[in-house]
């Protein structure tokens, strides 16, 4: 039912998804910045760039959720296809077919960016959207899976739901905020602290190292639900670096003290794709 | 208490509300981007073309409200309009009460929508106002409706519920961004999706074939959560095929280009009404 | 601890408060349309009519509001201001105190309409806010007041929260949105859904014909739940005919097609004020 | 586990906070209304002093949750950064570590603070988003912190949640209307009231009389939750005092009935900033 590479692998897909984009976000951040320095020929580039950075990122997701969808079925111990074992009378595996599921969304989340991103046949906003709901069906999911589970099996994972619905707020509210700097930093911050706590919940279930917890002491949950905090606290030390470095970087510090900041703060990355 | 056809009929409501709402916003948004083209007669044409539909729209939810009501009421096992039942002491058929109400709401709605958009007698906006209370409301009833049933049972009501709720969200948020295309297609999608769960209800409760399903198996549980993402991923489809096609059909694509991409998103039905 | 005119008479204010509300606010909106028709002198005086009745209904509320807490206190049973009965160590009559603690928010709020009406000491929006808190407590204490009584008296009880919680968070929203016309009626209709609810929870728990509900009987709740429906129907209904007559009474219906409907939506109380 | 000193002691830190909040917005709010009336040069003074203000406040904050970690670790029976206890296998003064990380999350916001008023290198909305996070962890780990204790020790606490998460609520609106004198008030009346609600707990949980509260006595709850709304009714009052005290002193009467209310409501602290 679970394994610590089964909760490794979406960790790392997380943990690097979490990563590009907080890096992208503070890019196009230090980029904005810099708009009034540069010509026009400038700025066109950068719009070009942002707009195949979008497109690859709408790629990796999809090819990454389709060969997800396919390990999950076609490896070892996976269901093949098969929803259900008649000679048994019961459901073929449906943690398989839930994880499936889950890419499903996640891999449609991509193709939407990509058809937002390389024609004009859907509004901008739509691939937040998709976004969200994916966020939301992830959470959706695991909600009712932890049904019959031990204590601190179960409180993991309801940690787990916390960063994951959140992602889905966050998503759903840049619909309406697009471009708000603080919410994809937030949602890249949250998608860090949703890898590293796989890892952390494939470390406590199924230590590669033998050690078994205790899952019924309380003071287990006590450590887990600080734990929980470190790694936002650690999540938000990375994105913060990120952004702090590509900033000062790029923009010479003498002049940015002209600028007001309320009037940066407003502009956002719509306004140069 | 239930049976096959009682959750078939408002299902095929649903589904036909939800296909209307997706093919209506998906072809004024097609008509916005080719409002540039359009000469002024053109435009007054399809302003007037949509209070028309809006007033067909809010003529038929009226109607078979209406028809619902009394259908619930004097149909073979009906109450007949009876309350209580003096003789033993009890409410007399509450579930067909209970139908009533609901479809009393939404034929409030519908009335609402044509006193607003055949007179001026009433803000625009209270047309997604009373649709909102009218999900709620469904919802509400159907959240106290479940007492002492079966674990599937209440578990398939319950998934309804997630749907419509977030129609009665998504209605309520329309209030305030009216003309949001995300929004309008979102509610689109959430009535396909109760529609679908209607049917799908009716098959597992009351199947047709007449095998039944084992309503304390937790693997048939977590079956049905997975199935419930999956007519999700059916009518997300379903509204983006809509939408892409009526965008393809009508616009030349060369002419896009020369758009931003902000401007025609923020662009909504009231400005063409 | 509870009787049948401990439930009519909050009843009754809040009724009266809803019905004032509706009717304020549908004449406000009526005004609003007629403005692009009357003189400067008009105008002007239509402002002072409006702080006028604020003032009145601030002075009202806070009135009454301290006339409630002397009731609670000094009527027959009341505590008298003692808090602790020493001689026996138990708090006295704690449901007085309570009632009178939701009086005092009341009349917090009620003060501070008068403060932000009649001197410019504070901004206009703190009116909403202490309304907002005021209804948020009243829900408040009457979630902590339900341990232990009967299944029917607790549902009666939760069902009025879903109406008081409701004027909360709509009171809220108007810090933000004031002067939006949707809410200030949603606000009128929840007020006289609470009042009715209030003479309604007084018929069933004490009743004066002295029938007796069967408390443990979930068709009664089935059937209660339902009747709060039917209550916002009536409540709806109120306001609607309140609105559509203040409306129809004062425009020439010719003029009206001519303005567009968004426009008019738009304007707000505070635009006159 | 607590004592009365452990209850106090941050109790008179928020006490401090929501004064210095209260006080410091009321006086900007006074400020925004005599900008009219000054010159240019009283402008940029007075635009310099409210960043000195905030480089204060974010200094303060730093400091004082250092010392607050450095305490919670090695004072008399600290863990002295011990987290597991080899010898007998379990983990080490988990309180201590709790508290820790709560002061950890406050000294991040104070950081951020710092960084966002002396530096351009971030937005400036990030001050309100950490601390938002801050509130929000505070609640996040009582939450999970209350498990096998006394029913009114975990009334009390839960009572502590609501003015917690509303302050976390209100700092993340914040983010979106920045400069909102409501919300910064309203921000500052929640934290006296976590303040003086800390010293409440001290004194019913450890009384420094000795005096012992019936912990399973439900007329206790029902006290206490209504001590609880005379708490916030308190801290209402004392912020309304500073407000009305610092506008009435500084604005000539006669001038500010010429200005229409709305437009002063709307001028931000960011305006001057």
Redesign the interface.
């Given at each position: 039912m679970g394994s610590f590479k089964g909760h490794a692998l979406p960790g790392s897909f997380f943990l690097i998804a979490g990563l590009w984009w907080a890096g992208k976000y503070s890019l196009w951040y230090a980029t904005l910045r810099n708009k009034s320095l540069g010509s026009t020929s400038t700025r066109l580039a950068s719009r070009s760039t942002q707009r195949r950075l979008e497109v690859i990122e709408g790629s990796v997701t999809l090819f990454f959720s389709v060969v997800g969808m396919l390990a999950e079925q076609f490896v070892a111990d996976g269901p093949r296809l098969h929803l259900y074992d008649y000679s048994e009378h019961?459901?073929d595996r449906?943690h398989n077919?839930?994880h499936s599921?889950m890419y499903?969304?996640f891999g449609?989340a991509g193709a939407m960016s990509l058809?937002v991103h390389t024609t004009?046949?859907?509004?901008?906003?739509?691939d937040r959207?998709m976004l969200a709901?994916a966020f939301f069906?992830e959470g959706?999911?695991f909600l009712?899976?932890l049904?019959?589970r031990a204590m601190l099996d179960v409180h993991v994972h309801q940690l787990l739901l916390?960063c994951v619905f959140g992602e889905a707020m966050v998503s759903f509210l840049e619909?309406?905020?697009r471009g708000n700097?603080?919410l994809e930093l937030?949602r890249a911050s949250l998608t860090i602290l949703q890898g590293s706590w796989f890892w952390q919940i494939g470390f406590v279930l199924y230590s590669p190292s033998g050690a078994e917890w205790d899952q019924k002491d309380?003071?287990?949950?006590?450590?887990i639900?600080?734990c929980y905090?470190?790694h936002?606290?650690f999540s938000?030390l990375i994105v913060?670096v990120l952004?702090?470095r590509s900033?000062?970087k790029r923009?010479p510090?003498m002049e940015?003290?002209l600028?007001k900041?309320?009037e940066?703060?407003q502009e956002s990355e719509?306004?140069i794709?």
């Open positions: 019961h459901w449906l077919w839930q599921t499903l969304f449609l058809i004009d046949a859907a509004p901008l906003a739509l959207l709901i069906i959706f999911l009712y899976h049904h019959g916390f619909v309406f905020h700097m603080l937030l309380h003071n287990n949950m006590m450590f639900t600080m905090c470190w936002l606290v938000l913060s952004v702090v900033r000062l923009t510090p940015m003290g600028l900041p309320r940066r703060q719509d306004e794709l």
